[in-house]
């Protein structure tokens, strides 16, 4: 058994906030734990595939702390800032969310499938597509409209001028969902995305609780 379930756009297990989406996928595929599906609070979480050595740090500090809190992290299970947001959720036993560019019967790339295992075991995986489509190129960018679908606002950690993370805070912004950002040092390139977010109004994060006070104000 592969233990894959669906919901659909018209079921009221389908994820509120992904509803309000002007382009939201009519099917979600999912495997794992489906309460998830019903999270309140979600956070969205992208960055670079290839993190400073301080990101994990960062990270740590910061992401954390909101396992005590009922927010869920959302991601894309990538290498990089992506498997750090899950693992970090994973090892506090909070609540993360990995949203796949492709079927659930693929793994991309190979190296994470003990992540990918503990996810569908603990956590929840969603997709767009049929169990059975393979990855592509150019499905990757187009699931980030997901990722920052499910949740209230986006938190880019790191990411270079012309990163792949910086569609995903676009998309946040055409949905009308917040932008978070990790400052950084001028001279890292891997900062120089997340700083031109703040510089253009995102939310300059420095703790949990800068996160934190954001979501208790929703509740």
């Not at 960018?141 to 209230?152: Q, T």
């Amino acid at each position: 058994m592969k233990n894959i379930g669906y919901v659909t756009f018209f079921q009221s297990e389908y994820p509120t906030l992904l509803k309000e989406i002007y382009d939201p996928p009519w099917i979600l595929y999912f495997k794992g734990n489906d309460r998830y599906l019903a999270a309140k609070h979600c956070l969205s979480v992208v960055g670079t595939r290839h993190p400073s050595t301080s990101a994990y740090d960062h990270m740590k500090q910061v992401l954390s702390p909101l396992a005590s809190f009922p927010i869920t992290i959302v991601s894309g299970m990538a290498l990089g800032v992506d498997t750090i947001s899950h693992e970090l959720m994973i090892r506090e036993k909070g609540y993360t969310i990995a949203v796949l560019a492709y079927g659930l019967d693929h793994l991309y790339p190979v190296g994470l499938r003990h992540l990918k295992e503990e996810l569908e075991k603990s956590q929840l995986i969603v997709s767009e597509y049929p169990p059975y489509v393979k990855p592509k190129r150019w499905q990757f960018p187009e699931r980030n409209r997901i990722i920052s679908g499910l949740s209230a606002a986006t938190l880019v950690v790191e990411a270079a001028y012309k990163s792949g993370s910086l569609i995903t805070s676009e998309c946040a912004l055409q949905q009308g969902r917040d932008v978070f950002a990790f400052p950084g040092r001028i001279s890292d390139s891997v900062a120089e995305g997340t700083n031109r977010l703040i510089q253009q109004g995102a939310k300059l994060i420095l703790s949990s609780e800068d996160i934190i006070e954001e979501y208790l104000m929703r509740v």
